[in-house]
C-alpha cells in the first residue's frame, strides 16, 4: 500500500485585521472543530519538515503571543516551533517544509512577541491570521504532537490539534488502513 497525506483539516475561516502594534486584554481563540482536528502525512519523498495551519482569532481586544509547546509528543518525531502567517488569499492546512514551501515569506512573522488582533466576531476581512506549526519525522517509524499549549499576554489557550507524521510502515496512521471485508 503506498503511503498518502492525511488531511483532516477544513478551516476556511476569513478574519478580520491582522496582526497589530498594540495589545489589549483580549484573549485568543483557535478556529477549529471543538472536538479538535487531526492532520498528517504519510509521504516524506519531498522532505522531513512540515508546516501545519491554525486559524486564530482574538475577543475583546489584541494578545501578544509568549510561547507555544507540545502538549504530548511520542515517537520518531520533533516539534520544530510556529510562526505566524497573515494572508489574504491562502492558508496552510498542511505543507511541505517548514516555513511552507511556495508562500511569500514577508507574510510570516516570528511567533514570540507578535500582537494578534483579529477579531473572532468581525465580519470576514482581507486577512486571515494562522499559527504555522512545524514538525519534524526523525526517523522511519513516525511520531505523533498531540496538542499545543499557547500563551499570551491574555492567558493560556489549549489548541486540541494533532499532528500524524506516518512512520514506513504506517506507525500511528492506522486510521488510513483501509478495514478488512469491503
Known sequence: MSA??????????????????RTGPGTLEAVIEPQGETAGFGNFSTGR???FGVFVCTRDGSVELESITPMHTE?????????VYV???????????????????????PFAETVIESDCDA????????????AERTGS????VDGFVVQTTGGELEIPFTILLCG???????????ADGG
Open 4 to 21: 498518502r497525506p492525511l488531511l483532516g483539516l477544513v478551516l476556511i475561516v476569513a478574519m478580520g485585521s491582522g496582526c497589530n502594534a
Open 49 to 51: 519538515d512540515k508546516s
Open 75 to 83: 515517537g520518531d518525531v520533533e516539534f520544530l516551533g510556529a510562526r
Open 87 to 109: 494572508s489574504p488569499d491562502r492558508y496552510i492546512g498542511a505543507a511541505h517544509g517548514f516555513p511552507p514551501d511556495g508562500i511569500d515569506e514577508s507574510r510570516i512573522e
Open 123 to 134: 465580519p470576514p476581512g482581507d486577512e486571515r491570521v494562522q499559527l504555522l506549526v512545524g
Open 141 to 144: 517509524g513516525g511520531g505523533v
Open 168 to 178: 514506513d510502515r504506517m506507525e500511528y496512521c492506522e486510521v488510513l488502513e483501509p
